[in-house]
């Protein structure tokens, strides 16, 4: 039996390039293996320390190599990059997953299981559907535009054009055109039928989440980002504080700071930015509501609209709802609503 203490996997569609080293970092293991002999390898193998670059098809990995009571550990891809010496090929890649996974700085990502894979999945697809359906609702509109059949912005104003596309007796759409247009519609109609179907199944799934409907308790956090957040988010102990995990989201501006001088730019692009669209949404929604209704649960949001713009304040109030998220599943308990200011 290969007596390995740290193996770096290279994870690729058919091959899989593995680099395994011994206790004295001594190179024991190079070699490349079928994707279908991977399990078989490992079952050769004592237990050991297994790295692994996170990917979607990482985590099916992982969890199938834990159960050969092997320790898997999964990282980001651009933290293993800064080990790759020279030139990127598979064999390099596997040797510095095979050194990062053993640095102690590392920042590891949580295996997900099945369950949560699966809620994301639900996600996914409804992203794309909505992405296209924002496509079609755009042709339609601009298509008709061309004609001199303008509506006003949103859903109200789409469902106008599309009534007049139906229309027979509306002559200012040539016929020709309403044909091409008619299919459009129909395509739109389908989307969001589907679209729907896909919500009631994440309403579904979050009914089910005691986590999931407690994270619904937070201003700004409906079913849709509360299951995307426990699906993304298997370990919430894995961040040491709030910030860390508005960090990893991505509400926190870039730095370029030297010489003791902090310098501070926009958000950056780095971080989940599903979580993030998702927060800063939900955040945007509690502006528009508390703009209605008053700010006298939320005096620093008060004051920090009165300086910045609209949607710098809704980045900062995002921020702190995953400051809040992350105290509910990391700590437990449940969100309590501040109490309101007199007058």
Not at 299 to 309: N, S
């Amino acid at each position: 039996m290969i007596e390995a203490s740290t193996i770096g996997i290279d994870i690729a569609k058919s091959v899989f390039q593995i680099r395994g080293v011994d206790a004295a970092g001594e190179v024991v293991i190079a070699k490349r293996v079928t994707r279908g002999k991977v399990l078989a390898f490992f079952e050769k193998l004592s237990p050991c320390l297994i790295g692994m670059e996170a990917c979607p098809t990482s985590h099916h990995r992982a969890r199938a190599v834990t159960k050969l009571a092997h320790d898997v550990r999964l990282m980001p891809a651009n933290y293993v990059k800064a080990y790759v010496k020279r030139n990127k090929n598979d064999a390099n890649d596997a040797a510095a997953i095979c050194e990062a996974v053993t640095r102690p700085s590392m920042r590891f990502v949580a295996i997900k299981t099945k369950e949560q894979q699966a809620a994301l999945m639900l996600h996914r697809p409804r992203q794309l559907l909505i992405r296209q359906r924002t496509m079609l609702s755009n042709a339609i509109r601009g298509h008709l535009a061309e004609l001199g059949i303008v509506a006003p912005l949103g859903r109200k104003g789409l469902a106008m054009l599309m009534k007049a596309i139906g229309d027979g007796q509306d002559t200012r759409i040539p016929l020709a055109a309403r044909r091409c247009l008619a299919g459009l519609v129909r395509q739109y109609q389908v989307l969001q039928d589907e679209i729907g179907a896909l919500e009631k199944h994440i309403h579904a799934w979050h009914r089910s989440s005691p986590l999931s409907s407690r994270l619904e308790k937070i201003p700004g956090i409906g079913p849709i980002v509360a299951t995307a957040l426990v699906a993304s988010i298997p370990d919430a102990k894995m961040f040491s504080s709030g910030r860390n995990l508005a960090a990893w989201i991505g509400l926190v501006p870039k730095q370029h700071s030297s010489g003791g001088t902090p310098r501070l730019g926009g958000v950056s692009k780095q971080g989940n930015r599903y979580l993030r669209w998702l927060l800063v949404t939900g955040a945007m929604a509690v502006i528009r509501y508390a703009n209605q209704q008053g700010f006298k649960s939320r005096p620093w949001l008060a004051r920090l609209m009165e300086r910045k713009p609209i949607r710098v304040a809704g980045v900062a109030l995002a921020n702190k709802m995953a400051r809040m998220v992350w105290v509910v599943m990391a700590r437990g308990g449940h969100y309590t609503q501040p109490a309101l200011l007199a007058g």
